[in-house]
């Protein structure tokens, strides 16, 4: 009877005393390890530290795409009314874009840099363009475009109207056209119009429609 008093008190002592293993308890298993360092060095970077992607204007989805009722097309203004309805009437109902309608139209147009240069920064020169983009997206036909600026409707359509809506972006693509100045100083000039005109130019590159230009 005192043996098995003395075994069982040996098994209770043994199940109650914990069991030190340095292998488990000074350190984790080495693949616990492992798997940390992999899920840390392949994982994807977090959203925060990505480049941030180009993005167009938040208006310009409105500038393409306004609610206007479709009429038949048959001339500029007919055009003008039936896909840029809500641009056309917020410059004409702005004294100051309308102003900025006549000096462009006084000044060559939108055609040269030299009157650009004296219209682009009037108060209303920024909703004139929005207006001048939707027009140029949709009604070239009835404007004077050459075979590259009609490639770049259809394939950059986001990028151009993005790039023509500002008026800095198209003083700054004028500006490098007529050679008013190197690339570099007609970008020290224009800086607000730097974003747009590089994402405009790098789609007429990629899609071949520069190589169309006259």
């Known amino acids: 009877m005192k043996k098995l008093l003395i075994i069982l008190s040996l098994i209770f002592t043994a199940c109650a005393a914990p069991t030190a293993f340095p292998s488990q308890t000074v350190s984790p298993p080495q693949s616990t ?12 970077p977090s959203p925060t530290v990505l480049p941030a992607t180009p993005t167009v204007a938040p208006t310009l989805t409105g500038i393409l795409n306004q609610p206007c009722s479709l009429g038949n097309v048959t001339d500029f203004n007919t055009c003008t009314n039936s896909y840029c309805c809500q641009t056309n009437a917020a410059c004409n109902n702005d004294p100051d874009c309308v102003a900025a309608a006549r000096c462009f139209q006084q000044n060559g147009g939108m055609r040269g840099y030299g009157g650009i240069s004296n219209c682009y920064q009037l108060p209303g020169a920024e909703k004139y363009m929005q207006n001048f983009a939707c027009r140029f997206q949709h009604c070239g036909q009835f404007m004077t475009i050459n075979a590259g600026e009609l490639c770049l409707t259809e394939k950059c359509a986001n990028v151009t109207a993005a790039c023509f809506s500002n008026p800095d ?3 700054l693509k004028f500006c490098i056209v007529d050679k008013a100045g190197t690339p570099v100083e007609c970008r020290q000039r224009h800086p ?14 990629e899609t071949g429609c520069y190589a169309l230009m006259p």
Request: aromatic share 14%.
């Open 33 to 44: 390890a492992a798997q940390t360092i992999s899920t840390a060095t392949f994982a994807p």
């Open 169 to 171: 972006c198209f003083a």
């Open 192 to 205: 607000e119009g730097i974003p747009d005109f590089d994402r405009w130019t790098a789609c007429g590159n």
